[in-house]
């Protein structure tokens, strides 16, 4: 699924890239939040032993090129936006390659020695905001696959390497493993609770989301000091110090071969050496590359893995290398694969195009056409072949970004999902555990609580699946979603499952949900719920604002698969009214996980999130109870059709634009959208 406004807020702060050449450079020791300018007409290659020389010392090799020509620039105000950073360096001429802001000082890296010298030259003792600014050389960092190498050299030498260079996090993790076999390592690193009963694995995850909403609850209490009363009430009826009641763990309906889609790597096998399709034993700035065989990964079914091996021996005898991450050199990077419970098996080549001409890929899709029509290949029955061409430097980029061109066989699959049917692409949205996704979809349903007079706005809402489970159940489902390629499918599988009442908007959410909501009748369609469903990263902060400018928005069910990355969202949910957060702010009351993910730390977690009106209570509360409608003349509502407060027990015209009015419709049959 993708995210309706763009890069979510986490990503751009964690993200740290610089396009050079029309490709892009990744910096794998780059953890802290950086900003990136483009240089499109500058050097990025990466330096070897027999490279060119970039740095004074001459020992470049052994560095990235966005670290060797670095410089630190020191006693920055106090204050500063990263943008006016960008444009007090510009103003004298000088165009970095990134800009990293720190607390008090901040990095700058350049394409050569003699834009540094330069830098250095021109913004040494500028005077800014009264700070006279100090700048000197910064120090380059070593790339990790280089560090490594020189490790092993040393060793032979006699030296020990692990009192010459100082271990990370990763590389100690490394040394820990070396004493398992390459199939637990591997299974360590899939499914890192493999070793424990479900029972224990169900405590841990249960007792992560305890202490993440306590940590929640924390920063309501520092964000609205509104709401410290009701954390307060909410953590004596609990007896804990969570924001809200969390119900027990919902656990995956099955262990074994539950997950639906999968990205495996081609590497080589570190002990023998061999071309190989599976799962990576380690990660690149740990200094690993090997790839190890998923034949003793239980969540892989067996025609998978019967997949693997003919992909493999294909592999093995092409003329084409592995993709290697450390120089970017190589061919064959990751097969991508996609089942339902039916068994039908999609799979994408994702290859790298280097220099292959038009005429070589026309001779490489042909071959792999033959070999799965009439070769080795064809004793798996495989619906839909895919493959992708791409010249992206970044190895871990998502599949769904991919231009995947059509081989043979079908162009979809097909899976069955709470007695719906739902045709999958190679780039759509659907979870990865079809069994646990009905229990998912299933407690969002109850959650919503949904009637007759129910509207419920799917946003992010992908190949439109949650929004068509509760379908029957309501009146009417808006689905918004950014992709056309999802929209497009999200409109067949409503025609598909005989679905009338669903219509999918493909645009920005942060102008289309607010269209949509102004345009709805609150005085007939009181009840209108959100469901939303982001990216991993959570959604952009403008589609939180634009959920809280919606008055008539009571309810929002928010669900998330990395509860840490999408707490900014939650935050900005409660916190209090601003000129940036207009509207009423909506406050947690119930939260679940559920099992998307077993033998690994990862859940899904639900929320419930209600709207909180003027006087303190939740809108849903005010909804339950009985009250007059709002004064009408000639059959229209008083003062541009805001809601009526309730007072006294008569309704008067009101400038709160989050009471909820309790009319009821008399014309169930009528859209909840007004026809012009």
């Known amino acids: 699924m993708e995210v309706n406004t763009g890069a979510s807020r986490e990503q751009s702060e964690t993200t740290e890239t610089v396009a050079q050449l029309g490709t892009i450079v990744q910096d794998p020791d780059q953890t802290a939040a950086t900003a990136t300018i483009s240089a499109d007409n500058g050097h990025a290659e990466k330096c070897t032993a027999t490279g060119e020389q970039g740095a004074e010392d001459g020992a470049t090799s052994n ?6 020509f670095k410089i630190e620039i020191q006693n920055l105000p106090k204050y500063f936006g990263y943008n006016q950073l960008k444009k007090r360096i510009s103003n004298h ?24 010298l330069e830098a250095i030259e021109k913004l040494d003792g500028h005077i800014w905001k009264g ?18 190498r020189k490790g ?66 924390r920063g309501i209490e520092n964000g609205n000091k509104d ?12 007896k804990n110090y969570m924001c809200c009641p969390l119900d027990d763990i919902k656990q995956s309906p099955s262990l074994r071969n539950v997950r639906n889609k999968w990205s495996f790597s081609c590497g080589l096998r570190p002990d023998t050496g061999e071309k190989t399709v599976g799962f990576r034993v380690g990660r690149y700035e740990a200094g690993s590359t090997g790839v190890v065989d998923a034949y003793d990964i239980d969540i892989v079914p067996d025609y998978v893995k019967n997949f693997i091996r003919v992909m493999e021996s294909y592999i093995r005898v092409s003329e084409l290398g592995l993709y ?37 890929t026309k001779k490489e899709v042909a071959a792999l056409e033959d070999y799965f029509t009439n070769g080795g290949g064809s004793s798996v029955a495989i619906t ?19 231009q995947w061109h059509h081989i043979l066989g079908e162009k979809t699959i097909t899976e069955d999902l709470l007695g719906l049917k739902f045709r999958i692409s190679p780039n759509s949205f659907f979870q990865v555990n079809t069994l646990a996704t009905e229990v998912l979809y299933s407690t969002v349903r109850d959650w919503c609580t949904p009637t007759e007079d129910t509207v419920v706005l799917d946003i992010c809402c992908g190949t439109g699946t949650i929004g068509q489970t509760i379908a029957k159940d309501v009146k009417k489902v808006y689905g918004f979603e950014l992709v056309e390629e999802a929209i497009e499918d999200a409109k067949y599988n409503a025609a598909l499952n005989g679905i009338s009442n669903a219509e999918y908007i493909c645009g920005d959410a942060t102008t289309e949900v607010p269209d949509v909501v102004s345009k709805i009748k609150p005085y007939i369609y009181k009840d209108i719920v959100a469901i939303l469903d982001p990216p991993r990263a959570g959604c952009n902060v403008r589609v939180i604002q634009a959920i809280r400018k919606c008055s008539s928005i009571n ?28 509207g009423a702010p909506f406050r947690p009351v119930r939260a679940v996980a559920v099992d998307l993910f077993p033998h690994t730390r990862h859940v899904e977690l639900i929320i419930l999130f209600e709207r909180v009106t003027p006087s303190g209570t939740r809108a849903a509360d005010c909804a339950s109870n009985t009250a007059p409608s709002a004064e009408t003349s000639g059959g229209t509502t008083l003062a541009n059709n805001k809601l009526a407060s309730i007072s006294n027990g008569t309704a008067s015209a009101s400038n709160v634009n989050f009471a909820v009015n309790s009319k009821t419709s008399s014309v169930n049959n009528e859209s909840p959208v007004d026809k012009n």
Not at 99 to 113: H, I, L, Q, S
Not at 384 to 402: D, G, M, N, V, W
């Open 93 to 116: 001429g000088i165009k970095p390659v990134k800009v990293k802001p720190m607390k008090g000082y901040c990095f700058v890296t350049f394409r050569n020695e003699e834009e540094r």
């Open 227 to 238: 709401m410290i009363p009701y954390l307060r009430e909410q953590q004596r009826a609990n």
């Open 63 to 68: 560095l990235f090129t966005s670290e060797i």
């Open 555 to 582: 309810r929002l069910v928010y669900i998330s698969c990395s509860v840490h990355l999408a707490k900014p969202n939650f935050l900005d949910l409660i916190r209090p009214s601003s000129n940036k957060y207009r």
């Open 131 to 148: 700070c006279r600014l100090h700048v000197k050389k910064a120090q380059a960092k070593e790339d990790p696959m280089v560090k490594k």
């Open 324 to 360: 290697q991450a450390e120089d970017h050199s190589g061919y064959w990077e990751t097969i991508l694969v996609r089942t339902t419970q039916s068994r039908q098996l999609m799979v994408g080549i994702c290859m790298r195009l280097q220099q292959l001409s038009e005429e070589d």
């Open 152 to 217: 092993e050299e040393e060793s032979d030498r006699g030296k020990e390497a692990s009192k010459k260079a100082k271990v990370d996090d990763c590389e100690a993790k490394e040394e820990e493993t070396a004493t398992l076999s390459l199939a637990e390592t591997v299974k360590d690193r899939v499914i890192p609770l493999w070793r424990k009963p479900y029972e224990d694995q169900l405590k841990i995850k249960q007792a992560d989301i305890v202490q993440f909403l306590k940590s929640l609850a």
């Open 384 to 402: 839909c072949l895919y493959i992708a061409f791409t010249s992206r430097k970044q190895p871990e980029e998502s599949s769904s970004h991919l």
